[in-house]
């Protein structure tokens, strides 16, 4: 049966199209958290695949609000060691315009973030110094490669993470001098907890906004012309990272990570005080 179907990738995505011609079967997965209904299991290109469809249950709510433990506690109980995350993200330089594409190297943490921990389990750090996985990024940046439009490698994604609202001019600037290419508010902690729960995990993303069309969009307001935010929409622009991930299925060259399993700080021997002071 398909429920019993051994997951090899787990693909955060937004994507009707890719569920509907493939014929993947929604099932719920159970969480600590409570279940998780947003789950499509079935094979493209012969590879077993779980897709979750994006990242809230229900309503839409701050990124704080999020559950990304339910939803990486998900994949984990699939079976799935190996986790490709797709982003619809904010733009930071002002030559990259509205489109531009990104397979994700490193991240940069700019706003706090809480989990539950479980006070049953040991207490450990995730080593985040290379926080995505590299054979997974490798074969992400071959099938990118091969797409018709430009796409970026090596990117940095930085976490705005927890307001409820987008970048400031100054904060965008700031971001730009450091030579960081994307902004957005979910990567992290996903990224953390995939790497707490020995997954391997990759990105790519998209960009809806630049600086210009912000400032664009801004200037017409206050002159009263009506124009839209977006010249592309964003279903237009999730197209690409969905081509992208496509590719990757074709192209895909199943591998052992031995690396992302390890790459964690536990503290085993943590105690409260020297067990001599119990006497």
Same mark, same amino acid.
């Given at each position: 049966? !398909? ?12 994507? +009707? ?10 099932i ?17 290109? +012969? ?11 229900g309503?839409? %709510? ?17 079976g ?7 982003? =619809? ?18 991240? %940069?943490?700019?706003?706090g ?7 049953? +389990? ?21 099938? &990118? ?9 090596? &990117?940095?994604? =930085? ?16 971001y730009?001098?450091?030579?960081w290419? =994307?902004?957005?508010?979910?990567? *992290? ?12 995990? &990759?990105?790519? &993303? ?9 400032? +664009?969009? !801004? ?11 977006? =010249?592309?929409? !964003? ?15 074709? *192209? ?5 990570? *031995? ?21």
């Amino acid at each position: 049966m !398909i429920e019993n179907l051994k997951v090899e990738i787990a693909i955060i995505m937004r994507d +009707d199209e890719i569920i509907k011609k493939n014929n993947l079967k929604r099932i719920t997965i159970n969480t600590s958290f409570g279940p998780v209904h947003r789950c499509y299991i079935g094979k493209i290109f +012969d590879v077993s695949v779980l897709i979750i469809y994006g990242r809230f249950n229900g309503e839409k %709510v701050p990124s704080n609000q999020i559950n990304f433990q339910q939803t990486i506690e998900a994949v984990k109980n699939s079976g799935a060691k190996k986790l490709i995350g797709t982003f =619809v993200v904010g733009g930071i330089n002002p030559s990259m315009p509205q489109g531009s594409v990104y397979i994700l190297s490193d991240l %940069v943490g700019c706003g706090g973030y809480s989990i539950n921990w479980n006070q049953n +389990d040991s207490f450990h750090n995730a080593e985040m110094f290379e926080p995505f996985c590299e054979e997974l990024t490798k074969q992400l940046n071959i099938s &990118a490669r091969k797409m018709s439009f430009p796409v970026k490698e090596n &990117a940095t994604y =930085v976490t705005f993470y927890g307001y409820p609202r987008i970048e400031t001019k100054k904060e965008l600037e700031f971001y730009n001098s450091q030579g960081w290419d =994307v902004v957005g508010q979910t990567c *992290d902690p996903e990224a953390t907890l995939a790497r707490l729960n020995q997954i391997c995990y &990759a990105g790519v &993303a998209v960009q809806i906004d630049d600086p210009n069309s912000r400032y +664009d969009y !801004i200037k017409n307001l206050k002159n009263n012309n009506k124009k839209e935010q977006y =010249v592309e929409s !964003i279903k237009s622009c999730r197209k690409r990272t969905s081509q992208i991930v496509l590719q990757f299925l074709k *192209d895909y060259k199943r591998f052992r990570c *031995d690396i992302c399993s390890k790459m964690s700080r536990k503290n085993n021997n943590f105690r409260e005080f020297p067990d001599e002071f119990y006497e």
